[in-house]
Nanobody, 121 residues
Framework: QVRLVESGGGLVQAGDSLRLSCAASGGAFSFNTMGWFRQAPGKEREFVAAIRRSESYSDSVKGRFTISRDNAKNMVYLQMNSLKPDDTAVYYC?????????????????WGQGTQVTVSS
């Protein structure tokens, strides 16, 4: 049974950095695509970043966030720098074995439970 577990969220001030981690377990082999999504209060869940052979980012985080992965450890990370109050959300890790459109939520087969990130002004 595939399981994704996020960690690293917390309460920080604007301008600070956080590094989120996602540990994947139970899979037969490494996921093809892994991504991060977020959902702010009262808003729909949105794409943040994804990684396959290359990385992709939403315009709102490009230049501030960096996604990376360690296939040997079945981990994916999201380094978040220059955080803003608008980055406040629950951040979700997602994964799929497929070759997909990485920005679409429906592309992913597995999801974590999420980790809260709160950025104060």
């Amino acid at each position: 049974q595939v399981r994704l577990v996020e960690s690293g969220g917390g309460l920080v001030q604007a301008g600070d950095s956080l590094r989120l981690s996602c540990a994947a377990s139970g899979g037969a082999f490494s996921f093809n695509t892994m991504g991060w999504f977020r959902q702010a209060p009262g808003k729909e869940r949105e794409f943040v970043a994804a990684i396959r052979r290359s990385e992709s980012y939403s315009d709102s985080v490009k230049g501030r966030f960096t996604i990376s992965r360690d296939n040997a450890k079945n981990m994916v990370y999201l380094q978040m720098n220059s955080l803003k109050p608008d980055d406040t959300a629950v951040y979700y890790c997602a994964a799929t074995y497929g070759v997909v459109t990485a920005t679409r939520q429906a592309s992913y087969d597995y999801w974590g439970q999420g980790t809260q990130v709160t950025v104060s002004s």
